[in-house]
């Protein structure tokens, strides 16, 4: 049987980097929203959101501006912070 990070692999080999990425900040948000116990309505309430925009994010059907993907942490006590690293291209 092949582990989660193999078959992460295989899954996720034709999706950008980039989108990737956000995939998985949102996940880690979501993640996090559900094990503090707070239903999207009240994540909603706590950031000046309507329910269903936080549902459409979390399912994906909405990309976040990186201002919405922060007032979105805020609401769980989180920052989102971004780093730069070098760039290394394979051609």
Same mark, same amino acid.
């Given at each position: =049987? ?11 080999? *034709? /999706? ?12 880690? &948000? ?6 503090? *116990?707070?239903?999207?309505?009240? &994540?909603?309430?706590?950031?000046? =959101? ?9 399912? &994906? ?14 609401? &769980?006590?989180?920052? /989102? ?11």
């Amino acid at each position: =049987m092949a582990t989660w990070n193999e078959l992460r692999k295989k899954i996720t080999k *034709n /999706i950008p980097t980039e989108e990737l990425n956000l995939i998985e900040t949102l996940t880690y &948000l979501q993640e996090r929203r559900i094990k503090l *116990n707070i239903t999207q309505k009240e &994540l909603g309430k706590r950031i000046g =959101m309507a329910q269903s925009r936080i549902a459409k994010i979390e399912s &994906l059907d909405s990309t976040p501006s990186l201002e919405t993907l922060n007032r979105y942490a805020h609401g &769980l006590g989180l920052e /989102i912070k971004l780093t730069l690293k070098p760039f290394l291209h394979n051609p």
